[in-house]
């Protein structure tokens, strides 16, 4: 059996999902300032939509490294 050519798919897409957390993180502690003024309690959902938000764009580009497809 031969093994299939090998695919600069995978090191591609984790080079781009590196570089797509390091602008989120950038974005996020941009944002952090003016948050961290508010009440805690207006700081909770903020801070867990922001931790939770990265995973939408994310999610696409994983897709694609595993399959080769954006959509299932």
Same mark, same amino acid.
Do not use: C, N
């Given at each position: 059996?031969?093994? =299939?050519? =090998?695919? !600069?798919?995978?090191?591609f897409g984790v080079l781009l999902l590196? %570089? &797509?957390?390091?602008?989120?993180?950038v974005i996020a502690v941009a944002v952090?300032? @003016?948050?961290?003024?508010?009440?805690? !309690? &207006?700081? !909770? @959902?903020?801070w867990i939509v922001l931790g939770i938000?990265? %995973?939408? =764009?994310?999610? @696409? &580009?994983?897709?694609?490294?595993?399959?080769?497809?954006?959509?299932?």
């Open positions: 059996m031969t093994d =299939p050519k =090998p695919s !600069l798919r995978k090191p590196i %570089v &797509l957390i390091a602008i989120y993180a952090a300032e @003016p948050v961290t003024r508010l009440h805690v !309690l &207006l700081q !909770l @959902p903020i938000a990265w %995973v939408f =764009p994310a999610r @696409p &580009l994983v897709r694609w490294i595993e399959t080769g497809r954006f959509r299932k």
